[in-house]
């Protein structure tokens, strides 16, 4: 069974080497479960905001900032008065 022991801030090492397959099946079941999320995506879950030590960003601007992390392509904002 897989940990978490990776994301020990004392850098505890994880207890084995995980195989290929383990790997290839753990990013199968992320792939999958960003597509139900995404599918399910609604004005108002989008809105709802994420908290962090640094801030609050919405869910949506979480999502930007991750697309433009790794492609650095996203979406044009829409402002929207409130």
Known sequence: ?????????AGVLP?????RAELRGCAGHCRA???DVAAGLTPE??????RFPWGEVTYAG??????RQR?????RWVARGR
């Open 1 to 9: 069974m897989l940990g978490l022991e990776e994301l020990n801030p």
């Open 62 to 67: 979480q999502l930007n900032l991750l697309l």
């Open 71 to 75: 492609t650095d392509v996203t979406p």
């Open 33 to 35: 479960r960003v597509a």
């Open 45 to 50: 879950s989008a809105a709802r905001r994420c």
């Open 15 to 19: 207890p084995r080497v995980y195989t």
